[in-house]
Structure formats: C-alpha cells, structure tokens
C-alpha cells in the first residue's frame, strides 16, 4: 500500500518536521512492505527550501495592493494568484503523487487554521484532485483553530472539501480544543488521538540526554509580533521582550543553572536570539545560545542538552516531554494550554510571567512519566 502524506514537513520551524518525521515513522512502525512518503504543502522539497515564491517584484506589489483592500476583496485576489503559484510549481507534483498513493494522509500539524488562506487554500487543492483521482482522504492529528476568526472564504473552501465528503474517511484531531472547534463547523465523529511529536523518543532513540545536561536550562525564543498578530481573540498570552529573557537568563544563573538560548529554527525567532546575544552581558553570567535548527533532529539534540526547558512553541514542550525534560510553556496560543491540560500538567503553563517566581518553578520542576498509545494510526494502516 502507498500511502502519501501531506503536512508542512520542511518548514523552517523544524518543530513541524518533527510532527512530519514521527507521523512517518508511526506509519512506518505498524506496517511491513507499505511505502510512505511526505508533500510538503509549501511546495519544498527539503530542509532549507524556500518552497513556493512569487518573484520579489510581483510580490512586493501584491503586498502593498493586498494592504489597502477590503479583506473581502484582499483574499479574493490572494486565492487568485496563490492558486496561480500552485499551478505553476505544485499542483502537477501534487496530482502525481496522489495518482501513485492508495490513501491520502493529511497531517498532522495546525493545519485548520486560516492566515491569509494559506491553509485553506492548499487544503482544498489537495482534497479536490484526491477526488478527482477517486482516492480516500483521512484528516489525522490536526490542530483546529477558532472558527470565529475564519475569513468568509477560508470557511468556503474548508467546507466544500470537508463537509459530506464521500471521499473523506477518518478525522481526527491532536486535542480536546480541536475537537471542539471542528464539531463547531462540520459537526460528525471526530477522534482525539496523540500528536506525532508525542512519540519523538520512540522516533529518535538513537539520541541520549547529553552528559552535560545537568544545570542547562534551555530557554526557547519566540518574536514577540508572533505572539501578539498571531492569535486572535480574547485569552491569556505572555509576551516577552529582550529584557525578559535576559532577567529570566540572569535569576536562572543566580540559582546555579546555566541558560541555554535556543529557537524552533523561524527566522523570526532567531532575529530576537540574536538581539538577546547582543544584549546580555555575558561577563556576569554563563549563558550558552544554541546554533540554529536546520533539520528536527537539530532540536531534539538542543532539548538534549538540557535538564529542563521553558518554551513558547507548542512542539519544542512537546518533544521535551516525550524526551523526559521537564518544561513549563509560556502562554500564547490556547492549543499551548490545551495540550497540557490534556497530559494533566495545566499548571506547567505561564500566564503571568515573572522571572523570579519561573526560575524558581523550573528549578523544583520533575519530569512526566506519560505513555501514550499507537493504537489511533493503526485508521491509517489498515
């Protein structure tokens, strides 16, 4: 059986090409003889890629006219000319590999989610030359975002591809969050299972925790215009400059621990690294700064290095605790605190950020002993 795999796996947050990596190998683990392969839906075809581009020119003023249009009409004629890229660099690679595939897998990762109909818009040309191949679909371990901050358009086209789809076989969702935002659009039967990056010790069992790890404290960085932009709606986010990672950095170094600065590998992140490297006085303590991600086994050894961590980004928390390192998640996003609520540690997320009291948190904190079932990918396999 071929089974072929959409997600974003080469994106340059390598946190997505864990969620990618540990879904392969899951598939790979419960079959024998089947082949499994990945498209990523940004159109790149390895780590590093740049994937689908529209030429700077066109692009820069594309940017400005989108700026000044009704968002109706913005997004009408950003479909337009993404759908025109996907014509030219994807569609055709696409529609090949789902012509060779038995199934169509898509996820996992926050794919339902809708930012200038990134999402829905690949999703829907994925979905639809599967039915036009006559291929079944099944929707594994999404993230589902809320709803109510779905432009017009973005909700058309999730729903004209998953709504009464004869060719859609199996939803499920990563969190109890998702679920109850998926039934709140399409409704039906929708399965809560694991998210991939929950298996990453099974997936990379040839890393150990690095002998040094013992004092290391990684502290993982997120831009501040990310936690801000990127999550509509009302709910808690911590938002935190340069100044506090490098107080956050100094009370861990007066309790003995040595931060470790590092990113999910976001090129936004790393522009914040780099202005805390600036900016901290590395004369007073001992601070390290992790080289960027480049590839996910890139951050699963950085995670290593550690003994515990504090994190924005959902899988670097994800993969520290299937990697036995304790971690507190700085609140942003509500799939942050869903997930662990889900694993029964909601008070291992920070809504009220102060230096002191969270190297203090970290420095008394043990690691989760949780196990988690393959019993939900055996949907995709049989």
């Not at 004629?77 to 529609?95: C, I, M, V």
């Not at 169509?104 to 794919?111: D, S």
């Not at 960085?221 to 935190?240: E, F, I, Q, R």
Request: hydrophobic share 45%.
């Amino acid at each position: 059986m071929n089974i072929t795999i959409f997600n974003v796996k080469y994106s340059n947050n390598v946190g997505d090409g864990i969620v990618a990596e540990t879904t392969e190998y899951l598939l790979d683990s419960l079959t024998h003889g089947n082949s499994i392969s990945t498209v990523d839906l940004g159109g790149r075809i390895n780590y590093g890629d740049a994937g689908i581009k529209a030429p700077s020119a066109l692009k820069n003023i594309a940017s400005k006219v989108l700026r000044n249009l009704p968002e109706a009409m913005a997004n009408s004629l950003r479909h337009r000319l993404t759908y025109s890229l996907l014509q030219r660099d994807a569609l055709p690679r696409w529609k090949a590999a789902i012509k060779k595939a038995d199934r169509v897998v898509i996820g996992g990762g926050h794919l339902i989610s809708d930012a200038e109909l990134y999402f829905p818009i690949r999703l829907h040309a994925i979905v639809s030359l599967a039915m036009e191949l006559q291929k079944p679909v099944y929707l594994h371990a999404v993230g589902v975002s809320n709803p109510a901050y779905f432009s017009p358009q973005g909700r058309k086209l999730f729903s004209a591809i998953f709504n009464n789809n004869p060719y859609l076989q199996y939803v499920s969702v990563r969190d109890e969050l998702s679920r109850k935002h998926w039934c709140s659009i399409f409704g039906g039967d929708v399965t809560v299972v694991p998210d991939p990056g929950n298996f990453t010790r099974e997936t990379y069992g040839g890393f150990a925790r690095e002998a040094d790890a013992e004092g290391v404290v990684g502290i993982g960085v997120m831009a501040s215009g990310l936690v801000v932009n990127d999550t509509p709606g009302k709910h808690t986010k911590v938002v935190l400059s340069v100044a506090d990672y490098i107080e956050l950095g100094k009370k861990l170094a007066a309790l003995g621990f040595t931060p470790l600065y590092f990113t999910n590998g976001s090129p936004e992140d790393e522009a914040v690294l780099a202005s805390i490297k600036q900016h901290i006085n590395v004369s007073l303590i001992k601070v390290m700064f992790a080289e960027r991600p480049m590839v996910p086994e890139d951050l699963v050894k950085t995670i290593l290095r550690c003994e515990k961590i504090v994190a924005y980004r959902l899988h670097a928390c994800i993969v520290a605790t299937s990697l036995g390192v304790p971690v507190i998640g700085l609140a942003w996003d509500k799939k942050l605190s869903s997930y662990f609520e889900s694993i029964g540690a909601a008070d291992r997320v920070c809504v009220n950020f102060n230096a002191d009291v969270v190297a203090k948190q970290l420095a008394h904190l043990q690691p989760l002993d949780i196990a988690f079932t393959k019993e939900p990918y055996l949907q995709l396999v049989r």
